[in-house]
Structure formats: structure tokens, C-alpha cells
């Protein structure tokens, strides 16, 4: 596994791996790597010749100093992961390589840009876009990866490429959940005990509203799944929503073919998010 620190280093190894008409996937990540991540490694190895991961926390997409402060950096574990990954290169920049300037950034992301994460965290996906935009210059991809646990960043990603018209095929790859249902997540080690157990009500929730989709209507559904989280000790709700999976918007037409339920929710002095797609 080749550990690459600078662009230009990373443009002559990937090079001749262009040349020679290999497949390059790219996996974006901030480290604190954990099963999901290694199941996006995974994923990416069946679909591609080379691996590239990059590992940079992205100060740009950080609305909260003191979140982009805490964020986890174990990279010696990280490169032990990705390594026993089989991942082939990472791309672990500084802040300067990645913004030699500071740089004013705004696209045209849609107005689901403005919903849900983007209404609590605001600017984020510009962060976000700006930061992946960059890798996605760098690397020059075939396909890149990203977890479904962030189903607006999809979503928003797949709007940049659209946007810059990039040939750039963009995955999202399933959530991976603890045993008890809890979606994995690089925040999760600021559960205490307590927030730990409290945390599972949004997996819950979420099933609940899975297995009584045909049941019930959505604004029952909706509705069940607010009190049990309200129920919960420790749990401050931002937002549960059935949603139309492009647009993000309410959505109560259960024949739809894309509809999602995705929360958020504060547990603790820890912000998660999940969701699971219903149809
Ligand atoms: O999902 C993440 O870890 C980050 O938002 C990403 C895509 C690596 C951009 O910094």
C-alpha cells in the first residue's frame, strides 16, 4: 500500500496506472476508519483495478469549530485498516496541500441543499463538494464511493458531477450497522454508555416505519416514530422525515418509487444521523 502525502505525487502514481487503462476507484473518508468504511473499500475492489482512499478531515465542511477540534484522527489504525484492506493508495494531505489559499466557493447544489443537514449544518455541502470536487481532480476516478448513512451527501455529490458534467460514476454503498442495529459511525465513540443504548431508538424508529410502511400512512408513521424518539431519555430530535429520495420534500404518496426515512438527532452532546430507504 503506497502512502501519498502530496498532489503531485499522487498525479505521477497514478499516471501510468491511466495509461494503462486500469480502472481507479476512489473511497473519500476523514479517517476514523470502521467497518463501513473497510465495506466501501470492499465494494470498490470488486469494481475497479486500483484502490486510491484519502483520509482528510475537511475543515471546509465543519460548521462547529469545536466538531472539526474533537473529530477522531487515529490514523496509525487508519493505514492498519486500510492496509489489512488491501487498499492499494492513500492520499493523506495536509490542509495547506489541499487549500493553498483560502477560496471562496459557491455552486448550484439544488435546493435540496438547503433541507435537513443543510438547514442544521449550514454550508456544509459546500464543504463537502468543494473538498470532494478537489479529490475528485486529483484522483481522476472512474467511480467513487460513498456510505448511504449520509444519504443527502449522495445526493448532493451526485448533483456537483452533474453540475461540472465530471465522467464520474458515483456509488452509494449500503449502511453497515452494529449488531444491535446502530449505524456505524466515526462519531460513535463519543457515546457514552448511556447515550450508546439511548442511540438505538433512531435505528428503531426507523425500522418501525420499514415494517409498517404498508400499514400504516406516512403521517402515522411519522408521527410513531417522533414519540418513540421523544420517549427516550438523553435524545433531542432535529428532524424524522419520510421523504422523496430526489427532491428530499415530505413525501405521502407511498406509490412513489424512491422514499426514504431518514433522522437526525442529538444523543448526548453527539449529533447522528441515519436513515433507511422504504420502497
Ligand atoms: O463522508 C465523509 O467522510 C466526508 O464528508 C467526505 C465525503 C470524505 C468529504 O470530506
Redesign the pocket.
Known sequence: MKVINTIAALKSLLEPIKLDQQKVALV???GALHKGHVSLINIAQQQADVVVCSI?V?PT?FTDPKDLEKYPRPLEDDLKTLEEAGCDVVFMPSVTEMYPEPEVWHIDLGPAEFLLEGEFRKGHYQG?TQ??KKLFDYVSPDLAF?GQK?FQ?VLMIKNMVAHFNLPIQIISCPIIREDDGLAMSSRNIHLSAADRKNALVLSRALSFVKDNFSKLSIVELVEKAKVLIDETPGVELDYFIVANGETLLPENDKSHHDIVALVAAKVGETRLIDNMILN
Open positions: 473519500p473518508t476523514m482528510f475537511n465542511q463537502v473538498v470532494v460513498f449520509d451527501q
